[in-house]
């Protein structure tokens, strides 16, 4: 059983893996910042458009980690924008629902 090891002391060189990995870009979510911007709320939209664009800056220079935070970034500002811009446009059907409701 011994005998399948190799024993590999400090003069022999480390032998590199024969594997290259493609990692894929990642996404920038331009649609989802526009729309999210458009529709939902526009103050936080606005900023997960600029971090949107900052994502094909960093790919275009060669950033991937960077360019990965800046997706996930991205990500988050659409998910805060579309829960913020429900609320307000809940908020806003209800009152309009309390004050036509009101009145009669």
Known sequence: M?????AIDSKTPALAPNVAYLRQPPRNYR??????AILCFFPIGILSIISSRKVTRALE??????AMAASDRTRLLIQIT?????????????GIIYVSTKDS
Do not use: M
Not at 2 to 6: C, H
Not at 82 to 94: A, E, K, R
């Open 2 to 6: 011994l005998d399948r090891y190799i």
């Open 82 to 94: 579309v829960i913020v811009g429900g609320l307000i446009w809940f908020g806003g059907l209800l």
């Open 31 to 36: 649609i989802g910042a526009i729309l999210s």
């Open 61 to 66: 220079i060669g950033d991937h980690g960077g």
